[in-house]
């Protein structure tokens, strides 16, 4: 029978929650400018690209240009995390169910980025998904000194 795992990692930020969560649900144009050897593009295909149903296809670098299509799954404004569904691309040969949450948060008077992994290898055999998660958090410290600079 097939496990749901979970993997979680966060880093601390200097840029304000809401400037962050702002960049990460309605400008992830921006993405590609801010860190263009990690992201190559993102495309709206359905929906807004902000809202819940949001379909987006992603071309990002690890290592090798590597698609993925996501669908928007849940917004909380107030929590200002978003989580998405990976629903298509290279990772969805690996597994079976991908989702990633972000949230944006204080904590102890620093502000924080949390990164949640959610997923279930097709296989045993398939590797966990920390280089994700590094991609992620490392992406977040980019655009948090992006929103420094702004």
């Keep these: 029978m097939a496990q749901l795992h979970k993997l979680e990692l966060q880093t601390q930020i200097t840029s304000r929650p809401e400037k962050f969560f702002d960049l990460y649900k309605n400008k992830t144009y921006l993405m590609p400018k801010i860190s263009?050897?990690?992201?190559?593009?993102?495309?709206v295909l359905e929906g807004d690209g902000k809202s819940l149903g949001s379909v987006r296809l992603w071309?990002?670098?690890?290592?090798?240009?590597?698609?993925?299509?996501?669908?928007?799954?849940?917004?909380?404004?107030?929590?200002?995390?978003?989580?998405?569904?990976?629903?298509?691309?290279?990772?969805?040969?690996?597994?079976?169910?991908?989702?990633?949450?972000?949230?944006?948060?204080?904590e102890d008077n620093k502000n924080i980025v949390k990164w949640k992994l959610e997923y279930e290898k097709v296989s045993e055999n398939v590797p966990t998904p920390h280089s994700h998660l590094e991609f992620l958090v490392t992406m977040s410290k980019e655009i948090d000194t992006y929103l420094i600079k702004a």
């Design 36 to 43: 263009p050897d990690k992201l190559q593009s993102i495309r």
């Design 59 to 106: 071309t990002y670098v690890m290592g090798i240009p590597v698609i993925a299509k996501d669908k928007i799954v849940a917004v909380d404004e107030v929590n200002r995390s978003i989580t998405f569904e990976l629903i298509g691309g290279e990772v969805t040969k690996y597994f079976n169910n991908f989702k990633a949450t972000i949230e944006a948060t204080t």
